[in-house]
């Protein structure tokens, strides 16, 4: 199997996106004129400035996995292959192409001439460096566990890379490659064994993304400007120089967008604050599918009765856990906080991805996708626990969105409204929420996901399998059996089969509580074009089309 410039390989049997419907999604345009102040248009060069409530964990692609750290990351930071806007399938960017040359391997053939942005050459050893870097450190936030078909890199010359995996048939390892896994780095310039920090990284300037920082004030204000030495697909940057304002508070950004001081949003708008934007003169509102879900983790080993706690007690655990899911209203979640732009998930794999089955729905609650209160009792007074049973529950609203607040204070009614438990909330900021996540410190706690792939594994590996990037002491070898049969079926029914045995197997034992499946927000005010009037779960928010008259 070969990938060149044209055609990509038909993965029908393993995509399955011709039925998908994740959601809505949210674009906001304010339409008109720019000009400047003496009444004159705006140059195309002019500077985009970009408005968001992330925050950066880190800018080293081996340390980061989150939504704020990729946003700079994939404008910085290329890969070998890559999505076009509105497409699921890869093609080449900084490779020519890739072949499959044997079972378990895949060579894939660099470019000519590629460079980073500091003059150091980029060869086949910088692609073996940052694969074999990623998979040793394995941080804990980091995206390692994409990797795990993978069992050697070399470089035989400096234009081509071979990839060897552990099992054979893995047609999902071209997307692999296309994911913050598959960042390229500059062997001058990270270490192999351990994170870089972040002013080091800028100062390096190893960019081979369409982008590179020009200066750095970390969650506070980024200014890129375009990378001349980029070679990828994405071609030469519509807009040379870009800035990326954060903000602590959605209602600053909204008012920011009414001032015109900022020319796009990208993460992350309430609900509310976008109903309002679309009744604006000049704003437009458009909509389409997303691929994000949000989800409750339960800590096995710091939740009521988990493996760490002084009355650790298996069967409990998991009653808590199952009294939980039978609890929850996603519904009323979906309809009071949202408004319908995110939709009930019942599992982790979302509505309209093949292989998608929706297990909690008939495990849980009424059976029909609703909540009750007396299956919830029965299991806890089957496992002899006391009621009611004190939850501590973690969410955050700087990376998830203030409605998180909303979102989160409405799952404490309910969940009380049983007579069941009892409810402690608290929110964290984004940046220490990582840290603390990963060291047992949240029993329950808030999470959201949106997809490397639109593949139902995609949904599943990351949460399920061995080393997890979920990290919450998980791991049933039944269940990990399955997910890694499944990666590499070729057969589209056994595959969807094995998908479905893995998702009703993992649903029984609620390591976590898929909520709901929806949306992402993109706000781009006056004069700047470049974003699709009709979303797709596809698509991927990139400065480099961004354009400003």
């Known amino acids: ?82 999505q076009k806007n509105g497409s699921a399938e890869v093609s080449p960017d900084l490779a020519t192409g890739i072949e499959l ?59 081509t890379v071979v990839f060897t995996l552990k099992s054979a048939d893995d047609t999902l390892f071209p997307q692999v490659l296309s994911t913050a896994a598959g960042y390229i780095v500059d062997e001058q310039v990270f270490p192999a064994d351990k994170i870089l920090d972040d002013k080091s990284i800028v100062t390096a300037k190893p960019w081979n993304g369409p982008y590179g920082i020009q200066s750095y004030d970390k969650n506070s204000l980024v200014s890129f400007t375009a990378n001349a030495e980029y ?16 903000y602590t508070d959605a209602g600053n950004l909204k008012l920011d967008v009414q001032q015109g001081t900022i020319d796009a949003v990208y993460r992350t708008l309430t609900t509310t604050d976008l109903d309002d934007l679309a009744k604006q003169k000049g704003v437009k509102v458009h909509t389409g599918s997303g691929n994000g879900i949000r989800y409750i983790v339960f800590d096995l080993a710091a939740q009521p009765y988990g493996t760490k706690t002084k009355n650790a007690d298996a069967k409990k655990a998991l009653a808590v856990r199952q009294a939980v899911a039978d609890s929850v209203d996603r519904s009323q979640l979906a309809q009071q906080v949202y408004k319908n732009t995110y939709q009930p998930l019942y599992s982790s794999v979302p509505d309209g991805l093949t292989g998608a089955t929706p297990s909690f729905k008939s495990l849980y609650g009424d059976k029909k996708g609703g909540p009750d209160k007396a299956a919830a009792a029965a299991r806890l007074k089957a496992a002899k626990v006391s009621t009611p049973v004190t939850l501590n529950l973690q969410y955050n609203s700087d990376h998830y969105g203030s409605s998180s607040a909303d979102e989160y204070a409405l799952i404490k009614t309910q969940l009380e409204a049983t007579g069941l438990f009892k409810v402690n909330l608290q929110s964290t900021e984004w940046t220490q929420y990582g840290k603390d996540r990963v060291k047992h410190l949240y029993p329950l706690y808030q999470l959201g996901w949106y997809a490397d792939y639109l593949d139902a594994d995609n949904y599943l590996s ?51 509580l898929p909520l709901l499946q929806g949306s992402t927000a993109i706000v781009t005010r006056t004069g700047v074009s470049g974003v699709p009037d009709e979303l797709d779960a596809t698509y991927q928010f990139r400065w480099a089309g961004l354009s400003k008259k």
């Open 231 to 246: 070679q990828g697909q994405l071609g030469t940057p519509k807009t040379k120089n870009v800035r990326l304002k954060y």
């Open 462 to 512: 990351p949460f399920y399998s061995a080393n997890s990037w979920v990290a919450n002491g998980y791991d049933d070898p039944a269940v990990r059996t399955l997910i890694k049969k499944e990666e590499t079926e070729t057969d589209a029914a056994e595959r969807t089969e094995l998908l479905k045995q893995a998702q009703d197997k993992a649903a029984a034992q609620v390591p976590l």
């Open 1 to 82: 199997m070969a990938l060149h410039n044209g055609p990509t390989p038909d993965r029908s049997l393993r995509s399955g996106l011709g039925a998908i419907s994740l959601g809505t999604a949210f674009l906001v345009a304010l339409t008109g004129c720019t000009s400047s102040k003496d009444g004159s248009t705006a140059s195309s060069a002019a500077a985009i400035t970009v408005g968001t409530t992330d925050q950066v964990t880190s800018l080293d692609p081996a340390g980061s996995w989150d939504a704020g750290s990729g946003t700079v990351e994939s404008e910085v930071f290329a890969t070998l292959l890559s």
């Open 101 to 159: 040359t044997g079972p378990k391997e895949y060579t894939v053939t660099l470019k000519k001439g590629l460079k980073f942005a500091n003059g150091h050459e980029l060869t086949s050893s910088d692609v073996k460096f940052s694969f074999d870097r990623n998979l040793k450190i394995a941080d804990e936030n980091g995206p390692s566990s994409l990797l795990y078909n993978l069992s050697s890199v070399a470089a035989p010359d400096p234009a």
